[in-house]
């Protein structure tokens, strides 16, 4: 019978000591993953740990969930060849960006200097509302000025994305009031230290050029595709040899609305509803938002979640009984079945790419919408052996839920690294 084990005492890169810290803030000392801050990241020392440790000489790395590029970059700095998938356009762009490191350094700073000397302030005649609110006329017309500039020098090459993605890189910093780094907008808040942006950016530049001078220049190839990780239908057949990744988690963080700044500057949404067809619908189903017109009995019939059918639906009832007397009345109860349906086939789909003897690392976390627990890493566990894995583990890293004041509901939660073999 499969092994099934919940807790991990022997040392391994599983430890916490090994791993450091399993989110994305200790990224932003390290070249490129400092860019753009993606706090929904993990670690990238761990990352490149794991690859340099794998059992193969220089393994094929494949992370379904990319979000901003952690695991490539691991695999490119170690030597290895990887592959990514990311549905969200927006942060599938600046993974391709962060990938432009190998371009030339020199060019991207005369091509910035050139953009300083003629960019000039450039008013935006009927600016969406968002915008209005979070950034002063003054800055938001030079913001426009440098987005133009930087347009009117494409040449179709890698340093194109680097200056694109240093002006985005910048846009929060430059606005006065509650912008943090991919949380929900705060209008009403305000902060301490605001950028200027012609300062920022070119301060963002200056060190992306650093960067990349500092990168290995025997680095691997890493490719890229919008290709949906519940299918993975551009990865070959039994090609992979190790997976580093994190998947949503099911705790109603919406992706889409964490970069409603981004894209409404960039042109590419006009108000908040746009952000359904735009994002919503490509992504995992792990937000409340994202469940309009969804039937749940396409999950609940489902024999690919057979494996946890019935504490499925036993939380699945609770949270249908609990959201009735709730103000906000979340779908919660349809989005966890969703989500699990959504993952058992990432399952499925990385059984067909992994090879015989493969490992998978999972970072995962576990949920408890309206207090209800949803015990995430061992039905994902269950779903992996159910897929056709061998056995997993799970190790915890750290407590979630403690420090918040406004936090929702008592239930201890955690995080930690779900391991599957093949």
């Known amino acids: 019978m499969p092994a099934a084990i919940s807790n991990q005492t022997s040392p391994s890169l599983l430890d916490p000591p090994a791993l450091g810290s399993s989110v994305f803030t200790s990224n932003m000392r390290l070249p490129v993953h400092r860019w753009f801050r993606y706090s929904a990241g993990f670690s990238a020392a761990w990352a490149e740990a794991i690859v340099a440790s794998d059992a193969g000489d220089k393994p094929r790395v494949f992370d379904p969930f990319v979000g901003s590029g952690t695991t490539l970059i691991a695999a490119q700095v170690k030597g290895a060849e990887s592959i990514g998938l990311e549905t969200h356009p927006l942060v599938r762009r600046i993974c391709q960006a962060k990938l432009s490191w190998n371009s030339d350094p020199e060019e991207l700073e005369q091509r910035a200097t050139a953009i300083l000397r003629t960019a000039s302030p450039r008013v935006w005649s009927d600016p969406p509302v968002l915008l209005t609110k979070i950034f002063p006329p003054a800055t938001l017309a030079t913001l426009v000025g440098l987005r133009d500039s930087i347009d009117a020098v494409q040449m179709d090459d890698g340093v194109d994305e680097l200056l694109w993605l240093a002006l985005l890189a910048v846009l929060r910093p430059c606005s006065p009031v509650g912008t943090a780094q991919w949380q929900y907008v705060l209008p009403n808040k305000s902060k301490s230290r605001v950028a200027e942006p012609m300062a920022a950016f070119e301060a963002q530049v200056r060190m992306m050029a650093q960067d990349m001078r500092a990168m290995p220049l025997d680095a691997a190839a890493a490719s890229l595709s919008s290709e949906d990780a519940r299918t993975a239908g551009n990865v070959d057949d039994d090609s992979i040899d190790l997976v580093i990744t994190s998947p949503p988690y099911p705790n109603n963080f919406d992706y889409a609305d964490?970069?409603?700044?981004?894209?409404?500057?960039?042109?590419?949404?006009?108000?908040?509803g746009d952000l359904q067809e735009s994002v919503r619908t490509h992504l995992i189903r792990s937000c409340s938002q994202h469940m309009g017109g969804y039937d749940p009995a396409e999950a609940l019939e489902a024999p690919e979640l057979?494996?946890?059918?019935?504490?499925?639906?036993?939380?699945?009832?609770?949270?249908?009984?609990?959201?009735?007397?709730?103000?906000g009345r979340k779908a919660y109860h349809t989005m966890v079945a969703a989500y699990?349906?959504?993952?058992?086939?990432?399952?499925?789909?990385?059984?067909?790419?992994?090879?015989?003897?493969?490992?998978?690392?999972?970072?995962?976390?576990?949920?408890?919408?309206?207090?209800?627990?949803?015990?995430?890493?061992?039905?994902?566990?269950?779903l992996a052996i159910n897929a056709g894995f061998s056995d997993w583990r799970f190790v915890k890293l750290r407590d979630r839920n403690t420090k918040w004041r406004n936090r929702k509901h008592r239930v201890p939660l955690q995080e930690g690294v779900l391991t599957v073999r093949g």
């Not at 499925?312 to 009735?324: C, G, P, S, T």
């Not at 003897?357 to 994902?380: K, Q």
């Open 258 to 272: 964490a970069t409603r700044v981004e894209m409404t500057f960039l042109g590419e949404i006009e108000r908040w």
């Open 306 to 327: 057979t494996p946890i059918r019935s504490e499925l639906l036993d939380v699945y009832q609770r949270l249908a009984i609990e959201r009735e007397s709730r103000g």
């Open 340 to 382: 699990f349906h959504d993952l058992s086939r990432t399952w499925i789909a990385l059984r067909r790419v992994c090879r015989r003897g493969s490992t998978v690392h999972f970072m995962v976390g576990d949920s408890a919408p309206y207090g209800v627990h949803v015990p995430v890493e061992r039905w994902l566990g269950d």
